[in-house]
């Protein structure tokens, strides 16, 4: 087990990180502020869950393998991307009727919701290549099993991250509550939505291993 002293330590520098603008703390802002904080809150659990499988996948050797091999990184990038293209599209061509807190408003399924936040974590390969390269630093020899104090690391991450995304999620939710009572306001936040996606999709596609 990695001594208290490294937990803190390690715990600190995931919430600086957490508040470090990135792709997936937008992402949990924007859905926050056009689909409601509890909306933003479910794409924050599937991001959590993106972690558990990049915390394994570092444990198991795999980031090593995606970052020998161009063609995965490459691969893995452009899925990706098109998946923020997809969300950005689908964000410009909404009309203000449907966003939560219109009258005429469907909910969104919390499920679909979730597997978005699982999709935006696992599909972007920077994802785990920094988790290859930070939780290393943090782990070791003598303290037991590596794999096993990967694992607590990672769990703290998760905790990290459900305190910074969790709080972006909140104030987002907040915000977005007072913008969806006006359908012009709805329209912008969606048009704000869609240059956001497709920003972080052009960031996305042109990053270097």
């Not at 444990?59 to 995965?72: F, K």
């Not at 410009?92 to 935006?120: F, H, K, N, T």
């Amino acid at each position: 087990m990695p001594s208290l002293d490294t937990l803190l330590a390690f715990l600190a520098t995931a919430l600086v990180l957490g508040f470090t603008p990135g792709p997936d703390n937008l992402f949990v802002l924007m859905q926050s502020a056009t689909q409601g904080r509890r909306a933003g809150l479910v794409v924050v659990l599937g991001l959590c869950t993106g972690i558990v499988v990049h915390t394994a996948a570092v444990a198991l050797g795999l980031a090593a393998l995606l970052a020998a091999s161009p063609l995965a990184f490459t691969l893995m990038k452009a899925a990706g991307a098109a998946y923020l293209l997809y969300l950005a599209w689908g964000a410009w061509r909404a009309p203000a009727a449907s966003l939560p807190g219109s009258a005429q408003a469907p909910a969104q399924p919390l499920s679909a919701l979730y597997r978005r936040g699982i999709v935006m974590n696992l599909s972007n390969p920077k994802v785990l290549l920094f988790f290859f390269a930070l939780l290393p630093q943090f782990v070791a020899a003598d303290r037991g099993p590596v794999a096993l104090q990967l694992g607590v690391l990672g769990a703290v991450f998760i905790l990290a991250t459900l305190i910074t995304f969790g709080s972006i999620a909140f104030a987002a939710g907040l915000l977005g509550e007072r913008l969806r009572r006006s359908p012009g306001l709805q329209r912008g936040l969606n048009r704000c939505a869609a240059l956001v996606f497709a920003g972080l999709a052009l960031r996305l596609a042109t990053v270097q291993r």
